[in-house]
């Protein structure tokens, strides 16, 4: 079921990226995220995994992106520093405080994958955008988490709404998908804000 959704979802925004009329270039490896993305997505759904070879597949991208720029005469070094600086910096960043976090709080934070996730959006749209990714996926993270019920490794008579709003901030749900949304979202909006 998970997968027809995200399909769809995926179908949904490779349109929406033809549709902004950019560049043939830009278009091809925005509308090529988007299938790595939604690949992201079912995997960390069903299994709780971001693949290491969509992280390469999506950086791949991106520098076969900046290699057909130069060949045909369009690469900006600008662009390319930007985005090399905020795949570091936000994955960087991101890796330094859920270090800290799990050692101040002893309990599991959040998975590598997801950092890679976040240093993707980085090399993708900058820091700035990649800081506004982690926000936006945040509080889709949240809001989900506390609008939809639990697993349903509990019992199914209970209902979610009477547990305690601590309890059901504390479970676990596969985050990739709301990083793989956030991103793709700043990517199309990103352009109407400058």
Known sequence: MERRIVAAVAVVLAVAVVAMRWPALVTIQYVLLVGVLAHC??????????????????????????????????????????????????????????????????????????????????????FDKAVLVVLVSCILGFVTGFVLPAESNKNPNVDESARPIADRLRRKMPFGPFIALSLLGIVLVGPLFG
């Open 41 to 126: 997505s079912v995997c960390d759904l069903r299994n709780r995994v971001i693949p290491n070879a969509d992280i390469a597949i999506a950086v791949s991208i991106r520098f076969a992106y900046f290699v057909a720029t130069a060949i045909t005469g369009s690469f900006s070094l600008d662009e390319f520093k930007a985005s090399i600086l905020g795949g570091f910096c936000i994955g960087a960043l991101l890796f330094v405080l859920v270090l800290l976090i799990e050692h101040v709080t002893g309990r599991p934070g959040m998975g590598g994958g997801d950092i890679k996730l976040y240093a993707i959006a980085g090399l993708y749209v900058g």
